[in-house]
């Protein structure tokens, strides 16, 4: 039976899709003065940061002996930048604070990119103090530095009456039931864990499509397999096995979500253990050589600490999801069948008073 429901949410989603995207637009437009300055201002900063990393790789291209590293660090940018703007417009369209807190996460992990750029300039000024060199840094790496820790502090101060704001959407949902309030607001870190997941699985494929290496072309194969699978099942987990409260599903997903965390920490092991598992074009060195023993040990350190924090993320989002698991068959389902066929009305009447009247609220 489970198999069959998840099949037929499948078939749905192009009406679903077709429908939140109006749903977003009117999402957008309903939103309170706070949350419209927030979007403004965070889309601002986010174009910013995305133009500095795109003038980044164009001057280090232009470099007589361009760093390869730097065009890693300045597509994993890029990379935060284009999730924080999704992260942003889906937590105040959908009022969950939880998302919020993860975009503000991300903010603060853009600083710490940007900051680990400013290394080579730094060094640069030090040992190579030529003004065009001194401009060149300033613009690639001590600039979006800035602009990265001046978005973080206008973010925190911006997201204060943003959240207060938040709380009308859930009582909406689930009325004034403390078992369903409960239920909910662990439904919303659910969801919210599982993009920020989303979000340090894309860092993690971006790190190692730069240098892990593979000997034979089925590693490649098996590599972005499990990493579009570790994308794709995760949000149709979200969209519909928990929001069906299908248990066998899910178990099976959290035996999976267990997958990618053993294959990266085998892959930090082996890259230590076997020096020819990475690739290292020249000038791959962020900072000057940690040792002469094995010169690439820092760029090691810097993928074995992304690839950790993606480890212990994932097996905390294991964790939340086996306290979702326990809340089935506690009401919630209701709820979110009360969406579905206001959504369907939608779709089928947009205009008819009926939908705008239909209650959400289920007092069970």
């Given at each position: 039976m489970g198999w069959a429901e998840m099949v037929e949410s499948i078939k749905s989603m192009p009406a679903t899709i077709s429908y939140n995207v109006k749903d977003l637009r009117k999402a957008v437009r309903d939103a309170n003065d706070s949350a419209k300055i927030l979007l403004v201002v965070g889309y601002a900063g986010l174009i910013a940061l995305i133009i500095g990393s795109l003038s980044g790789i164009t001057i280090n291209s232009l470099l007589p002996n361009p760093n390869y590293a730097a065009y890693f660090l300045y597509s994993?940018?890029?990379?935060?930048?284009?999730?924080?703007?999704?992260?942003?417009?889906?937590?105040?369209?959908?009022?969950?604070?939880?998302?919020?807190?993860?975009?503000?996460?991300?903010?603060?992990?853009?600083?710490?990119v940007t900051g680990y750029q400013m290394a080579p300039a730094v060094r640069g000024i030090i040992f190579k103090p030529n003004y065009v060199i001194i401009l060149g840094l300033c613009v690639t790496s001590f600039l979006p530095f800035l602009i990265a820790v001046a978005l973080f502090i206008s973010f925190l101060g911006l997201s204060i009456p943003v959240f207060q704001s938040f709380g009308w959407k859930i009582f909406k949902h689930v009325g004034s039931n403390p078992k369903l309030n409960s239920a909910y607001r662990l439904y919303s870190i659910y969801v919210a864990m599982n993009k920020l997941d989303n979000f340090l699985v894309i860092c993690v494929l971006v790190t190692n499509s730069f240098f892990l290496y593979f000997k034979q072309i089925g590693g490649y194969v098996g590599f972005a397999l499990l990493f579009a699978l570790s994308l794709a099942i995760p949000n149709l987990n979200i969209r519909i096995v928990v929001k069906k409260e299908?248990?066998?599903?899910?178990?099976?997903?959290?035996?999976?979500?267990?997958?990618?965390?053993?294959f990266l920490l085998w892959r930090v092991i082996d890259m230590f253990i076997t020096k020819d598992r990475i690739?290292?074009?020249?000038?791959?060195?962020?900072?000057?050589n940690l040792s002469v023993i094995d010169p690439y040990l820092e760029v090691k350190i810097m993928m074995s600490i992304i690839i950790i924090i993606a480890i212990l993320f994932r097996l905390s989002v294991i964790g939340v999801g086996i306290a979702a698991t326990v809340n089935f068959r506690h009401g919630l389902q209701s709820v979110f069948l009360k969406q579905k066929e206001r959504r369907r009305r939608m779709q089928k009447d947009p205009t008819s008073l009926e939908n705008f009247l239909m209650p959400e609220v289920v007092n069970e």
């Open positions: 994993l940018q890029i990379v935060i930048v284009l999730d924080m703007g999704y992260m942003l417009v889906e937590a105040i369209v959908k009022e969950n604070e939880f998302q919020l807190a993860a975009f503000l996460l991300q903010s603060l992990f853009m600083v710490i299908i248990y066998s599903l899910h178990i099976l997903f959290l035996l999976w979500s267990f997958a990618m965390p053993i690739r290292f074009p020249a000038n791959v060195p962020i900072f000057s």
